[in-house]
């Protein structure tokens, strides 16, 4: 398994695994340029991508087959936070709609906030289409107050 960034040699692989995913029509350049990949020789088998919103990374999308092992996708996720790092974000933030997420994304170390509490720019995520949606986050360093 290769782990690496979206670049020209493996962009044509990405294409080739967005346009599997009947939900994605296309992925905005910012959120391209945060994109995560894991692939093998032949294809991208999965990948994963974050929006910046000031000091938090909002996940965009965590895309993979069902044969790749949670150790990889832990790796992979791994490597995103390096990025989030260098990009000064301290919180990483994702929104599910299926509760079978939320125990996976507790094992990666995501903690379940309330939707009231989330703001993007000065909407809160409660008053959106996600109203109903699961809040999850991610404190890059631990003690930060959010």
Do not use: H, W
């Not at 692989?13 to 032949?42: A, C, G, W, Y």
């Not at 974050?50 to 992979?76: A, C, P, W």
């Not at 994304?105 to 109203?131: N, P």
């Amino acid at each position: 398994m290769i782990i690496e960034n979206i670049n020209d040699f493996n962009k044509k692989l990405v294409d080739s695994f967005i346009k599997r995913i009947p939900t994605i029509m296309e992925i905005e350049k910012d959120i391209l340029e945060n994109m995560i990949i894991i692939r093998n020789d032949l294809s991208v088998l999965g990948m994963i991508s974050y929006e910046n919103y000031m000091d938090k990374g909002l996940i965009r999308y965590f895309v993979f087959q069902k044969d790749v092992s949670f150790e990889d996708l832990e790796l992979l996720f791994n490597e995103m936070k390096k990025k989030a790092e260098k990009d000064e974000i301290k919180y990483l933030i994702t929104v599910i709609e299926d509760e079978e997420l939320m125990v996976f994304f507790e094992k990666l170390g995501f903690k379940k906030i309330d939707t009231k509490r989330l703001y993007l720019y000065e909407t809160a995520l409660i008053d959106t289409v996600y109203s109903k949606a699961i809040c999850m986050i991610y404190e890059m360093k631990e003690g930060l107050a959010c």
